[in-house]
């Protein structure tokens, strides 16, 4: 083999490597929940060091319904763990532009869009997260 050969090979194999490291995601899903926050523990020890540890604001999704009952079709979960698709609450990344909106709708029911992810940190405190593209309020739950 070649060594042109031999770095393609080692490139394939790092990126299957690498697809097979990343948690499962739905890249566009939509959940509806009543958008809760509350204070966390962040960086640099989340938690183990609460004396040096920041206090940030985390929002969630308290769901209504599991969030297999709310994705359709049901095999749309089928990547992810039993943990994460009988879940009842969603944690949010919320990023910079959709900051001011999220603060508004605390306590209010809402309906989120974005990327749907099981969690493999811990300091998430939740089994699922969703990195959110838009949130707006709804009146009822509808899926």
Request: with cysteine.
């Amino acid at each position: 083999m070649t060594l042109r050969a031999l770095a393609l090979l080692l490139l394939l194999c790092l990126r299957v490597a690498d697809a097979a490291a990343a948690p499962p995601s739905i890249a566009s899903a939509t959940l509806q929940g009543i958008l809760q926050s509350g204070e966390v523990l962040g960086a640099p020890g989340f938690g183990d060091n609460p004396s040096s540890d920041k206090v940030e604001t985390a929002y969630y999704l308290q769901l209504p319904a599991s969030l297999a009952t709310q994705l359709h079709p049901a095999s749309t979960l089928a990547e992810f763990n039993a943990q994460t698709q009988a879940s009842y609450f969603v944690y949010l990344v919320v990023f910079d532009e959709e900051q001011s909106v999220v603060r508004s709708l605390v306590g209010k029911r809402v309906r989120v869009v974005g990327t749907l992810l099981e969690s493999d940190a811990p300091h998430r405190r939740s089994s699922a997260l969703i990195q959110v593209k838009s949130v707006s309020a709804i009146r009822d739950w509808q899926w």
